[in-house]
């Protein structure tokens, strides 16, 4: 049996008509067999997307789009589970030389185009609730890890929130968009210890100019590498859960009407 896996994966990797057959005779087979396990991206479909994004050959995010939901991926898991696991592989293989910066960069503008491509086909990527929380999504000048905080702005207008990017704006300018909206919440995505500094600056500037000030959050890479930066930045909660970070703001929401109330 074991044997015939191998050759299974051998012949997917040729993606041709007949492969693209296979594909879907093997999802077919797992989806009977029971043996996929919900939120575990699979890795012989990692290592197919992973192949599209770094292969010299032209790259089509709707034809992989398809290829990927022959495995009766859901769009849903293809945003939140495959495309944030194929950065981090890729991410890995630049750190012990195996892949170059080139050859990164254009993974990475390719997995963003294939996020932007399942975005735009989801049925609920532009479904509003009532009370929407509006949101501002923040990677600082320089970041050039911008494709977790798309996914998260993704996965958050799935859930109904409205998301504004800012990507790459100057601190006074990020400043000034917080200062002058009323966002419910104000999520940063770094990779950057250097960053830190940046944003505890943006959230002591909001906090000292209004009573009102959105819930601050801050995910990324960063989370991993440095401990304590809630004190460090002065943000409310630190994860890169977007569930998370809504069930905080409504945990605030219903302690400030609590307050109001009495």
């Known amino acids: 049996m074991a044997h015939d896996g191998l050759k299974v994966q051998e012949s997917i990797r040729g993606l041709s008509a007949v492969g693209s ?13 029971g043996r996929v396990q919900r939120g575990v991206p699979r ?41 944030p696991a194929a950065a981090v592989s890729i991410g890995h293989k630049w750190s012990v030389s195996e892949l170059s910066f080139a050859e990164v960069t254009v993974a990475t503008v390719r997995l963003q185009s294939l996020l932007s491509e ?37 996965q958050l ?21 917080i200062a002058e909206r009323t966002f419910d ?8 210890e250097r960053d830190l500094d940046s944003i505890a600056q943006i959230v002591k500037y909001v906090r000292q100019r209004g009573s009102t000030t959105p819930v601050f959050a801050l995910g990324g890479i960063v989370c991993s590498a440095v401990r304590g930066l809630d004190r460090l930045t002065g943000v409310d909660i630190v994860t890169s859960d977007i569930d998370e970070v809504l069930s905080y703001c409504g945990q605030r929401s219903n302690h400030s009407l609590m307050r109001a109330v009495r």
Do not use: W
């Open 21 to 33: 057959l296979a594909i879907e005779v093997v999802s077919v087979l797992n989806a009977r067999q």
């Open 43 to 83: 890795p012989y479909i990692g290592a197919i997307l992973e192949k599209r994004v770094i292969s010299r050959a032209s790259f089509d995010a709707r034809a992989t789009l398809e290829e990927l939901r022959a495995f009766r991926l859901t769009d849903e898991e293809i945003i939140d589970q495959y495309i």
């Open 118 to 154: 399942a975005a735009h086909s989801d049925p609920n990527g532009d479904a509003l609730a009532q009370d929407t929380l509006e949101c501002l999504m923040v990677t600082l000048e320089g970041d050039q890890h911008t494709l977790g905080s798309f996914v998260a702005a993704t």
């Open 185 to 192: 919440v104000v999520m940063f995505s770094s990779s950057r």
């Open 157 to 177: 207008r799935r859930r109904g929130v409205v998301v504004e990017m800012s990507c790459g704006e100057p601190v006074a300018e990020i400043r000034a968009r």
